[in-house]
């Protein structure tokens, strides 16, 4: 049974920074595709990194590019997402997300290209 849980969310000021942890169990996050993705109030769930744990490879959406990174630890069989230069506009549940297998980059903003999430961590910026 496969089980994402989320860490390292909380509440600072914009310009700050929070990295976010998804420690997994019964899925090893060096064989396959992971990603973060983020629901503010009101609005839709979206895809803001993806990594590609066979070759390396992550993408970061163009609105958070250049403050957010994508890491991963296999020792801990962790997922990371640092973030920096935090705006009110980052506010939001953060979740993680996984699919066994290659990253589908044409379609990895997508929700439904990832059967395994978490519950979410709630992240909020204020001004």
């Known amino acids: 049974q496969v089980q994402l849980v989320e860490s390292g969310g909380g509440s600072v000021q914009a310009g700050g920074s929070l990295r976010l942890s998804c420690a997994a169990s019964g899925y090893s996050v060096s064989n396959g595709c992971m990603a973060w993705f983020r629901q503010a109030p009101g609005k839709e769930r979206e895809g803001v990194a993806a990594?590609?744990?066979?070759?390396?490879?992550?993408d970061i959406d163009g609105s958070v590019k250049g403050r957010f990174t994508i890491s991963q630890d296999n020792a801990k069989n962790t997922l990371y997402l640092q973030l920096i230069k935090m705006k009110p506009e980052d506010t939001g549940i953060y979740y993680c997300?996984?699919?066994?297998?290659?990253?589908?980059?044409?379609?990895?903003?997508?929700?439904?290209?990832?059967?395994?999430w978490g519950r979410g961590t709630q992240v909020t910026v204020s001004s």
């Open positions: 997300a996984a699919r066994r297998g290659a990253c589908v980059w044409n379609f990895w903003l997508q929700s439904a290209a990832y059967p395994y």
């Open positions: 990594l590609d744990s066979g070759d390396g490879k992550t």
